[in-house]
């Protein structure tokens, strides 16, 4: 525990290098920031918040944490699921929120570069005004920031065709543990010189240096054509089947979201969007084809749904229909967290264990009296089942943790990854340690300590030695 004299001390070297108002030390400031939207991982107030906005501040807030042996944590928006950005004792919460501009956007290389506190999708709209997509699209993408889908590798809804964060990473701005700044990748096609850092980088939560602006590339806005196809099916487990039958099929669509009931209705209460009622499941798929192509491939994903025992599927071209179903998936978990505190799974399977995982999920909700609801990433195998306690219900809250577990150890059996986008944070600590070898371990190991040998950034998150 920081002595009060020591603490005087750190806050007067951080008001040397920020203003007053961007360091925040009042009990209730401290609180707010953390931890994630992962509360049911631990956390403890932070010393200070410092709400940095430049890349020197970031870099003389680290070497400040460094010489008085403090941690640093750093963190975008504070939407992530895992715990990556809690505070623990001792630390210093290091925002990068209001580092929030898009640098440069070259429409002849089609590439972005964006400070660490952009959002997704002001992203997203900056680079559509020059007639090109970054197509990395997390549920949270209104709110998240692309310096955090970078640190967590974030997935979304249309990467089962498109990719995630690290497929459009080409360069990065990292501070380093001892301040120093670097700046890795490139911004050509190709390159191969060195050792891949940029990638190293992408998905280690923090923890290997703080990442303060991310170069990406893009792709041509125009030549896609959505076309939606949605399937209701009478259990979780007959859209899976579905899901594996497209998928074996060799057709990839654009986005392919398993919605469960629970969801639907609990969107529907709090949005009135008037989706289906009276349904276990929807199997949403969109295909982005342009023309005969796209009409073939939809026709297909169709057929396949048909033929795993859909109770109805029904095509959709109106955006502004195919908006509406997909907002549903979008609200999914927010809609949920008005009923209970969610504990948030996001393990990810081969798709064409996807049915036999979703069997499992339902299995353990009743094994371990929970109530669990179903979205999920279903094109690619990542799936988010959502565990849902009563507010104050402390032995639901000891039940869904064992659900949790439950899942987790399924998912591994069954040859999967105990988390496909939102990281690993302090939540799935246990189960990566069951993933990965003790051999691997001590790779990761050695990473950490190479690049930060006091360990003071972002302890305890990601892997367990």
């Not at 750190?10 to 931890?35: I, K, Q």
């Not at 007959?238 to 969801?263: H, K, Q, Y």
């Not at 048909?306 to 109770?311: C, F, K, M, N, T």
């Not at 950490?448 to 360990?455: M, R, T």
Request: net charge negative.
């Amino acid at each position: 525990m920081i002595s009060t004299t020591h603490l005087d001390t750190v806050h007067e070297a951080l008001r040397a290098v920020v203003p007053p108002e961007r360091m925040l030390t009042g009990d209730a400031e401290r609180e707010a920031y953390s931890h994630d939207d992962a509360e049911w991982a631990a956390f403890a107030p932070p010393l200070a918040v410092v709400l940095a906005e430049s890349i020197e501040e970031v870099s003389a807030v680290v070497r400040i944490a460094g010489a008085h042996g403090l941690s640093i944590v750093p963190r975008g928006a504070g939407t992530g699921l895992s715990g990556g950005a809690n505070a623990t004792a001792d630390s210093i919460v290091l925002s990068l929120e209001r580092m929030n501009r898009v640098l440069e956007i070259d429409t002849a290389e089609r590439v972005a570069v964006a400070q660490a506190g952009v959002l997704n999708d002001a992203l997203r709209a900056a680079v559509a005004e020059h007639g090109l997509w970054y197509p990395p699209d997390p549920a949270s993408s209104a709110i998240s920031t692309i310096g955090g889908n970078a640190a967590t590798n974030a997935g979304g809804i249309c990467c089962v065709k498109y990719g995630v964060t690290r497929d459009y990473v080409l360069g990065l701005t990292v501070v380093l543990a001892d301040g120093e700044i670097v700046r890795l990748g490139r911004r050509t096609a190709k390159g191969v010189v060195g050792y891949d850092l940029t990638h190293l980088m992408v998905g280690s939560e923090g923890t290997l240096g703080i990442i303060v602006d991310v170069t990406v590339r893009l792709l041509p806005l125009a030549g896609r054509q959505e076309r939606a196809v949605v399937g209701s099916f009478a259990s979780v487990r007959e859209a899976g089947v579905a899901v594996a039958a497209i998928s074996a099929a060799g057709i990839i669509p654009s986005a392919l979201e398993i919605v469960d009931g629970t969801c639907l209705r609990a969107v529907d209460e709090w949005q009135h969007l008037g989706l289906p009622t009276g349904v276990d499941t929807l199997l949403l798929a969109k295909v982005d084809e342009p023309g005969d192509a796209g009409e073939r491939a939809a026709e297909a994903v169709a057929e396949r749904m048909r033929e795993a025992g859909a109770l109805g599927v029904e095509r959709a071209t109106d955006p502004d229909e195919v908006a509406r179903l997909f907002l549903a998936r979008r609200l999914a978990y927010p809609a949920l967290e008005r009923l209970g505190p969610v504990l948030t799974e996001d393990i990810c399977v081969p798709r064409g264990a996807v049915p036999e995982m979703l069997e499992r999920i339902e299995a353990a909700a009743s094994a371990h009296d929970v109530t669990i609801a179903n979205i999920a990433h279903a094109g690619d195998g990542n799936l988010h089942p959502l565990i849902i306690a009563p507010e104050g219900d402390e032995a639901a809250k000891s039940r869904a943790k064992t659900a949790f577990d439950t899942i987790v150890a399924d998912c591994l059996a069954l040859g999967g990854t105990i988390t496909g986008e939102h990281g690993v944070g302090l939540l799935k600590l246990p189960g990566a340690a069951e993933e990965l070898s003790p051999r691997v371990r001590a790779l990761h190991t050695a990473v950490k300590h190479a690049l930060d040998p006091a360990g003071l950034l972002n302890p305890g998150k990601a892997f367990t030695p």
